[in-house]
Every structure is written in C-alpha cells, then in structure tokens.
C-alpha cells in the first residue's frame, strides 16, 4: 500500500469537507430555527353518541415534591416506589387542567372553565384560546356547569371582571355553592376560596340553576354527587346514542398515585376519608361498566379508562376507541 502525498492530500480534504458540513448550512438566508414554544395541540375532539366531546388543554404546571401532596400519609419511599414502578420522576409531578366542551346538537356545555388570568404566568389559563382554537367562539356557548369551586376550576368564568361566556346560562352545585359562600370561612383555611367565590360566583347566580344529587343538566346529561375532595364536589355521566362517558372531575387527581392507591392521602381533598370512599365507588362503577373518562387532572389528551388492579385501579389512556 503506497499512498501518494497527492491522495493524502485528497482523502485530508474529502475528511475536512465532511466535518465542515454544519458551516455550509450557515450559508443559507436563514441560519437558526428556534425552538417552537407550543408544547401541545390545544384541544382533543372525540365522539360520543351523537354528541360532540372535545377537551380543551387549560395548560399545564410542574411542581416539586410529590409526597407533600400524594400519600400524606404514606412514607416517601412508598411514594417513590409506586413513581419509579410507573415510569415516573420521583422529584417533580405536572398537573395539567382539562376543561371539557360538550355539543350537544342543542346545546354548547362547559364543563369547568380552567384557572383564567390568574394562571396565565405560571402557563396555565389557556382554556378560552384553545375553545377558540377548536372551532368555537365565546358567544356560542349555552351553559356553563362547575363541577365544584376551586380556583382552578372556576378561574376561567370570568375575564378581566366579565363574563367569559355573555350569553351562557349557568349550573352550579348547590351545596358547594352554598359552603364556599358561607362568611364563617373567613379567617379559616378556605377563606381564598370564599373570597374568589364571592367575587366570581355570587354575582352569576341569578343566571345559574342549583343542581343536586341525580340532576339533569341537560338531556343526556346527568349529575352524581361525588363529595369529599370537596363538600359539593359533584362528577357528570353523558350519555348518546348507548354509549356512556363519565366526566370525573377532581375525584382522582393522578393518574397512578390517586388509581393506584385510592386510599392515599391527598393534600387537596378536604374530607380525606369521605374523598377515598368516593374514588373507590366512582372508579369501581368506571371498572365495571367499562365506559371512558375524563378526569380533570389526567394527563393531557386526558381521556382514558380504568380496570381493577392489585389495590385499586390501572389507568388505560384512550387511544381511538372514540374515533370509530
Ligand atoms: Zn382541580
């Protein structure tokens, strides 16, 4: 082998060509794509029957430390045990917000509104953008139901000091409207939720019915009461066509903590017992009928399905079973 100093010459040149590469596309007019800052589609549509479902991504919030809010009390490594098994970081959780509108041919139906203004800095509040972006405009919605009165569920109903929705009538839960109301909340822990009641809630009653256990908010559309997370926490069976799709609010608020281990503590359930017991009938009935969810704070697009396992329940996400 006599390779001449012309073609090592040329094999030099041929390797400095190739590691060159990057520098040639720099002479293009454009040199640099930014990252795109959507993260998400906005919306994910689905059918049911002859009713039109479609969840709306309110955004999403990462935050630190898991245990203090799943599993109180339970021991971290409990905690971080049933993560790892999952798949999951054991440092940090993200919660995303899943408002839900309904078509029902009849009516448009919004079932939570997202955390509005308030949540825009911390990336979430994106609820009204995304309705927009699926195809609705504000005006069309008919009815707004509340599933219970946390901040993150009622933020969206109003946009700076109106109404987001001018022609839309309401429905709210009549004993949770009636407890967050209540003046002796003031100096307790609820007192932010009375006070954001007060200042969004109130003044939309005279356009609201005052819903109850077994409820129709419309036809196909019926109300359970589902106390514990909260006093008037409250979770919708749809129903088109034979086909069965239960909205489950905040009756479980993780996808593998809450499911898992149904009888875990959480932070944000304020009758810890009571929230346990609902999460076990709710889900069971899930399990049994075998009909499809959407549960508040499941992982976006959010929709999914339950089977019994081990001690409580496996969450099976939806993949097209809604599209055929
Ligand atoms: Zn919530």
Do not use: C
Request: hydrophobic share 40%.
């Amino acid at each position: 082998m006599n390779l001449s100093r012309r073609s090592l010459f040329k094999f030099g040149a041929f390797g400095a060509a190739a590691l060159s590469t990057p520098s040639l596309i720099t002479t293009r007019a454009f040199a640099e794509v930014p990252m795109s800052t959507v993260t998400q589609a906005g919306f994910n549509r689905l059918k049911l029957g002859s009713f039109e479902v479609t969840v709306l991504q309110d955004g999403a919030r990462a935050v630190e430390n898991p245990q203090s809010i799943f599993g109180t009390n339970k021991t971290k490594e409990e905690v971080e045990g049933l993560l790892t098994e999952n798949f999951l970081p054991i440092d940090k959780m993200q919660f995303t917000f899943a408002p839900v509108l309904v078509n029902t041919g009849t009516d448009l139906i919004l079932f939570d509104t997202g955390n509005g203004a308030g949540g825009r800095e911390g990336g979430a509040g994106r609820m009204l953008e995304n309705l927009k972006a699926s195809g609705y405009t504000p005006e069309q919605v008919t009815l707004v139901v509340i599933s219970h009165m946390h901040g993150d569920h009622i933020g969206g109903i109003t946009e700076g000091g109106a109404p987001t929705f001018p022609n839309a009538r309401y429905a709210f839960g009549q004993a949770e409207f009636d407890f967050w109301k209540d003046e002796k909340l003031i100096g307790s822990p609820a007192e932010g939720g009375h006070k954001g009641v007060v200042a969004n809630i109130v003044p939309l009653a005279e356009k609201a019915t005052f819903y109850g256990d077994g409820a129709s908010i419309a036809s196909g559309i019926t109300a359970i009461a589902a106390a514990g997370h909260t006093p008037g926490h409250t979770v919708f069976n749809i129903e088109s066509g034979g086909r069965n799709l239960m909205l489950t609010a905040d009756t479980a608020n993780h996808f593998v903590l809450s499911l898992r281990q149904p009888d875990w503590e959480v932070r944000f359930d304020a009758d810890k017992a009571a929230a346990a017991a609902t999460r076990r009938k709710v889900f069971e009935r899930i399990a049994a009928d075998r009909i499809p969810f959407i549960g508040y704070h499941m992982p976006y697009p959010s929709v999914g399905y339950v089977e019994k396992a081990g001690e409580g329940f496996r969450f099976v996400p939806e993949t097209y079973q809604l599209d055929i």
